[in-house]
């Protein structure tokens, strides 16, 4: 079946930067785009960047704009997403997200302190 499993989320200073990183299984990882999602406390989840299945092409909300960067590696089954210059309001659980099978990784914490 399909798993999604992130990690390397934390608590960091503002300012500081983190890389998140999701292993996936049980399908064809390079066939499919990708997104990573973030909830924030008491907010709806939304979309914080998303990549095509070849990495060629990518999204990103515009509250991470320049500070964000998305990535594969088709050979490694793995997602990434570097976050830099990370904000208060950043504060979110971070998910994995394969469109295609309507599917969540788990999620990752990342707190920024205020």
């Known amino acids: 079946q399909v798993q999604l499993v992130e990690s390397g989320g934390g608590s960091v200073r503002p300012g500081e930067s983190l890389r998140l990183t999701c292993r996936a299984s049980?399908?064809?990882?390079?066939?499919?785009?990708l997104s990573w999602y973030r909830q924030g406390p008491g907010k709806e989840r939304e979309l914080v960047a998303s990549i095509t299945n070849t990495g060629d092409s990518t999204y990103y909300a515009d509250s991470v704009k320049g500070r964000f960067t998305i990535s594969r590696d088709n050979a490694w089954h793995t997602l990434y997403l570097q976050m830099n210059s990370l904000k208060p309001e950043d504060t979110a659980v971070y998910y994995c997200?394969?469109?295609?099978?309507?599917?969540y990784g788990q999620g990752t914490q990342v707190t920024v302190l205020s």
């Open positions: 997200y394969a469109s295609r099978f309507a599917t």
């Open positions: 049980g399908f064809t990882f390079s066939s499919f785009a």
